[in-house]
């Protein structure tokens, strides 16, 4: 099992960057494609990134939205720059054992979540 916990979160102007951290302990955290999947209010959960245990990565942000992960840290990051106000959304840091996948259900070990608020 892996537990998640992710930090960076916050509020922000529109056009501002934040960086989003995950740090994960217990198995072994090399082995584990992760993701970055949001929510926001009355909405389902979707797909921002993902990255193979390998460094591959997927992206549905191209040219805002960076993820980047440290084996050695245990950590994924997701750089996100000239943020929007649709970008508000709690974002969860998410691992599976079935590839970087764009799919929600794909992941099977989640965070708490984080909060981002960009406004206007």
């Known amino acids: 099992q892996v537990q998640l916990v992710e930090s960076g979160g916050g509020l922000v102007q529109s056009g501002g960057s934040l960086r989003l951290s995950c740090a994960a302990s217990?198995?072994?955290?090399?082995?584990?494609?992760m993701g970055w999947l949001r929510q926001a209010p009355g909405k389902e959960r979707e797909f921002v990134a993902a990255i193979s245990s390998s460094g591959n990565n997927r992206n549905s942000v191209n040219g805002r939205f960076t993820i980047s992960r440290e084996n050695a840290k245990n950590t994924v990051y997701l750089r996100m720059n000239s943020l929007k106000p649709e970008d508000t959304a709690v974002y969860y840091c998410?691992?599976?054992?079935?590839?970087?996948?764009?799919?929600?259900?794909?992941?099977?070990?989640w965070g708490q979540g984080t909060q981002v608020t960009v406004s206007s």
């Open positions: 217990g198995r072994t955290f090399s082995n584990y494609d």
């Open positions: 998410a691992a599976s054992r079935r590839g970087y996948s764009s799919a929600v259900g794909a992941y099977d070990y």
